[in-house]
């Protein structure tokens, strides 16, 4: 298949050699045109660890031409996701099918939302988080640490669920969870709750600049406030009568690990050779993505089922006085698909919308 990758980062990058691995043909486009500017001078791009590979890749010059793919995913961070639907929409037809990963402040809404106006209704898959990590070396050279052994996914349209479920298999392997809608996903990505933890225990070191061991630096302390962070996740879930993974779940399925702390699997992570470096400057999508985009949804959530969130509230707020600014309002997804009372939003989230009807 022909797979269209909307984004150029490492992610897509790894994305990219794993969709060779299974014989299917990626594509690229970027907003920024940085790193595709940057391959278009022909050298290859070298891939090493989980998967070991070396390739040039095929670059689209615009939405429409990346439109020629017959499967679109969207592997970019989520504050480039309502440009790259607006881009998308006006080339997408009934034939194509598109994946969102990973799905962030109900971006799947947004685009069956604009699809709708067409008169469109295609098969959006939501992931829970990457199928892989990847980290650059240099310009051309990335590193994937792992590819995760289980991903959750729902589909968009929810009676698409096998029609994407096969998509996603076809293309990245057999690792795909089906759950029941996209809130559950919503709920599932542990990331945003994780880095905003990380980014507040080590901010200085963030804006200094300084070199420094994600998993080393998850000291007992900061661990004991990723698990708080994490039973408010679930306390908002279990409201909505989902079941999603804890952040222990998270351990052992992807990277087959198991504690009884999350410092003490970080420490075990380290033994292993696993410390990827934090950030080193605050431009980071640690907050600037998982802020906006990952914790004021959850905290949406959470106010709808009427569950307080003192810590996501707290770290949202200590971070937006931090940067000096305001990351809820930065937020240019969530106020096109709302606002939405809870039934609307549970049903939006199993059917998406009608198609060829006053959807406002």
């Known amino acids: 298949m022909k797979v269209g990758i909307a984004g150029a980062g490492s992610i897509a990058i790894g994305y990219a050699a794993l969709l060779l691995q299974h014989g299917h043909t990626p594509l690229f486009w970027s907003r920024s045109r940085e790193r595709t500017a940057a391959a278009s001078l022909g050298e290859p791009l070298t891939i090493s660890g989980a998967i070991t590979t070396e390739f ?16 679109i995913v969207l592997a970019l961070p989520a504050y480039g996701h309502r440009f790259v639907i607006d881009a998308l929409v006006p080339h997408l037809t009934s034939r194509h099918s598109v994946i969102i990963s990973a799905h962030l402040s109900f971006a799947a809404l947004y685009l069956a939302k604009k699809l709708a106006e067409r008169g469109i209704e295609i098969p959006i898959t939501a992931w829970s988080t990457t199928v892989l990590t990847c980290k650059p070396r240099s310009a051309n050279a990335f590193n994937i640490g792992a590819v995760r052994a289980k991903v959750d996914m729902a589909a968009l349209p929810a009676r698409f669920a096998q029609r994407a479920h096969a998509v996603c298999t076809n293309l990245f392997g057999d690792r795909f969870d089906v759950k029941d809608d996209i809130i559950t996903i919503a709920l599932s990505n542990l990331n945003p709750q994780d880095h905003m933890g990380i980014a507040l225990c080590n901010l200085t070191r963030i804006e200094r600049g300084e070199d420094w061991g994600q998993n080393s630096n998850v000291t007992p302390a900061v661990g004991r406030f990723l698990e708080a962070l994490d039973l408010e996740r679930l306390a908002i879930a279990a409201a909505f009568g989902k079941t999603v993974r804890s952040t222990f779940d998270h351990f052992r399925l992807s990277f087959d690990i198991s504690g009884q702390t999350v410092s003490e699997i970080s420490s075990t992570l380290v033994e292993r050779g696993s410390d990827p470096a934090g950030p080193k400057s605050t431009d980071t999508r640690y907050v600037l993505e998982d802020v906006p985009f990952g914790l004021i949804p959850t905290l949406y959530l959470a106010r709808a089922a009427g569950v307080p969130a003192p810590l996501h509230e707290s770290g949202v707020q200590i971070l ?29 989230a199993v059917e998406g919308y009608p198609v060829a009807a006053d959807i406002m």
């Open 56 to 71: 040039r890749p095929l670059l689209c010059a615009t939405a429409e031409e990346l439109g020629e793919a017959d499967v």
């Open 320 to 348: 937006s006085a931090c940067y000096g600014r305001d990351f809820a309002a930065e937020n240019d997804l969530l106020p096109e698909i709302g606002p939405l009372d809870l039934p609307t939003l549970t049903r939006r």
